[in-house]
């Protein structure tokens, strides 16, 4: 119940393209949906993060959506560009004083061809 | 801001050998968590501590792990004895309880076990 899964392992945008990462979670006492973004040698960093009351939230190039019934979340990346080019980690945690106690997905590598 | 800063970035031990790791979180964060990161695990949560105090040691392997915190500006993970499965990368992240639920990693601690 405490798995996060993430699809797809990799994935391969043009520039300029739509990248779409998605998320789905089986324990409904998730209350914190964030989304992190690794380079090689570095350790993860918050991108976006969304709760359950909103269906989505965006962030200059980022999105999320948030469908609560489906228990179901993606993030989605306009215009993508060769900097971007990093391993996706979807997340989820408990909320108050459990907020950093997060179950990761597995991660999508990205790769933005110039 | 330094932001959180964990020592050694890179450890190479041997079997059966004590191995200590160091982290420093960001001043006036009050929540420190340790986590791990492998190939076929991914990212999960070891422990973490709230105002010093151990809140949930549920991931921690096994009792050759420990954890402490003596103060809110250092905390140490140590392996007694380490093994070659122990090898993985292992961040440190803190975050502010109470006003802030994001979390900020750490560069991480490769460890090598041979």
């Known amino acids: 119940q405490q798995q996060v899964k993430q699809s797809p392992q990799s994935l391969i945008v043009q520039k300029g393209g739509i990248s779409i990462i998605n998320c789905a979670y089986e324990?409904?006492?998730?209350?914190?949906f964030p989304w992190y973004q690794q380079f090689p040698g570095k350790g993860p960093a918050l991108l976006i993060a969304?709760?359950?009351?909103?269906s989505e939230k965006k962030e200059g190039r980022f999105t999320i959506s948030f469908n609560k019934s489906a228990k179901q979340f993606s993030l989605h990346i306009m215009d993508s560009q060769p900097g971007d080019s990093a391993t996706y980690f979807c997340?989820?945690?408990?909320?108050?004083?459990?907020?950093?106690?997060?179950?990761f997905g597995q991660g999508t590598i990205l790769t933005v061809h110039p | 801001d330094a932001g959180v800063i964990q020592s050694p970035r890179h450890e190479v031990t041997e079997m059966g050998q004590e191995v200590t790791l160091r982290c420093k979180p960001i001043?006036?964060?009050?929540?420190l968590f340790w986590y791990r990161q492998t190939m076929m695990r991914g990212l999960e949560l070891l422990i973490y501590?709230?105002?010093?105090?151990?809140?949930?040691d549920s991931g921690m392997p096994e009792d050759r792990f420990s954890a402490k915190m003596p103060n809110a500006s250092f905390s140490t993970l140590k392996i007694q004895p380490s093994e070659p499965r122990d090898s993985a990368v292992y961040f440190c992240?803190?975050?502010?309880?109470?006003?802030?639920?994001?979390?900020?990693f750490g560069s991480g601690t490769q460890l090598s076990v041979l």
């Open positions: 001043s006036g964060h009050n929540s």
């Open positions: 992240a803190s975050r502010m309880l109470a006003t802030n639920e994001k979390l900020f």
């Open positions: 324990n409904t006492a998730f209350d914190y």
């Open positions: 997340a989820a945690s408990p909320g108050g004083t459990s907020y950093g106690k997060l179950t």
């Open positions: 501590f709230n105002n010093n105090v151990p809140i949930d």
């Open positions: 969304i709760r359950p009351d909103v």
